[in-house]
């Protein structure tokens, strides 16, 4: 078996329509009821809206804007918490996350990483019992006006060591991401779906097709509803969907919608792959929507190598035993009638 792995407290604080998420929503705990520490953006004069729990800030072009967080320690004993940079992505399927990663879509021109640094010594932070302090970051804004939205987050996380032995151990991680928009001085962008290419894959170990999207544009999308088919060309025809709501896609980000084929292995020929997505602008709500229609092939060589390394169906013992036993069975009455027959003459 392998190791349990739980978090403690997994609490996003990103852009409150994107996320989903608010201030101290715990989405998992192990033994209590809040994680070590917390975080609270202590917001400057540039933020847009101060009802905000993220950082949603308007800055002149080329100006240094810091920010900064208050970290507290709720425990009766020291503690350690990694900071770190991340750079919005959309993962696949939707929903929004974070990466310190930066070889991110090639529309992004400029990652959060690349304009902003945490102050010296502050990527580890060492508290004490009942310890506050206030980090700080600093953010270099592009001399021309950028368009559109920045986006990233302050992310923080505390490592905890693994409880029990072997395979039974549990570890547990507290985290928090803080999100941080940067508001361009041309902050008024359509976001703009584009269809990027269809490939075999691996998801979550069964052969699928991934229909790979990009928003090329730096607005995010809301309120995203996918539906999406790949059908097989041919007299054995096959339908394969992939439907989500209530999603979102960052700005200047890939979006892969996998369509599974679960214990099915995926079969060369020509299929057509079939898109429909809607959403809203992020800055203005106005609903939108994308439609793709593309024709693609299946090489022999491809579908061979996915379906190889794809998880195989579970056997079921139990259901074996049973017909094993119902022919075994079968055979005894048979025999049994025969002799009788035998008998009778």
């Known amino acids: 078996m392998k190791n349990i792995v739980k978090y403690g407290a997994l609490i996003f604080l990103g852009l409150g329509c994107l996320m989903g998420h608010g201030l101290g929503k715990v989405q998992a705990t192990v033994d209590q009821q809040r994680a070590d520490f917390e975080v609270e953006p202590i917001l400057p004069d540039q933020q847009v809206d101060d009802s905000l729990n993220y950082f949603d800030l308007k800055c002149a072009p080329g100006s240094d804007q810091r920010i900064k967080i208050r970290i507290q320690n709720f425990t009766d004993h020291a503690i350690t918490v990694h900071a770190q940079l991340r750079n919005a992505f959309t993962q696949a399927g939707g929903g929004i996350d974070f990466t310190p990663k930066t070889n991110l879509d090639k529309s992004l021109k400029i990652p959060f990483t690349k304009i902003a640094q945490l102050k010296k010594g502050e990527d580890v932070i060492h508290l004490a019992p009942q310890a506050t302090t206030v980090l700080e970051t600093n953010i270099k804004l592009p001399q021309n006006k950028y368009r559109g939205l920045i986006y990233g987050s302050w992310h923080f996380i505390e490592y905890l060591h693994a409880s029990g032995n072997g395979a039974s151990a549990i570890s547990s991680n507290y985290s928090y991401s803080v999100g941080v928009a940067l508001r361009g001085a041309h902050y008024k962008v359509y976001p703009e779906l584009k269809y990027s290419s269809v490939k075999p894959l691996l998801y979550n170990k069964h052969p699928a097709i991934g229909i790979h999207l990009r928003n090329i544009e730096s607005m995010a999308i809301s309120k995203v509803a996918i539906d999406a088919a790949i059908v097989k060309k041919g007299i054995f025809s096959s339908k394969y969907t992939y439907k989500t709501t209530n999603t979102n896609v960052a700005p200047n980000s890939q979006l892969t919608l996998p369509i599974s084929w679960a214990y099915d292995k995926l079969s060369p020929g020509t299929y057509t792959a079939r898109v429909k997505v809607?959403?809203?602008?992020?800055?203005?709500?106005?609903?939108?929507?994308?439609?793709?229609?593309?024709?693609?092939?299946?090489?022999?060589?491809?579908?061979?190598?996915?379906?190889?390394?794809?998880?195989?169906?579970?056997?079921?013992?139990?259901?074996?035993?049973?017909?094993?036993?119902?022919?075994?069975?079968?055979?005894?009455?048979?025999?049994?009638?025969?002799?009788?027959?035998?008998?009778?003459?």
């Open 278 to 345: 809607t959403g809203e602008n992020y800055w203005n709500k106005l609903p939108m929507t994308w439609h793709f229609n593309k024709t693609f092939t299946v090489k022999d060589r491809d579908a061979a190598v996915i379906n190889q390394q794809a998880i195989k169906k579970p056997i079921n013992k139990w259901a074996l035993v049973a017909t094993t036993s119902g022919l075994v069975m079968l055979i005894s009455v048979i025999a049994y009638l025969k002799l009788l027959k035998i008998g009778a003459a």
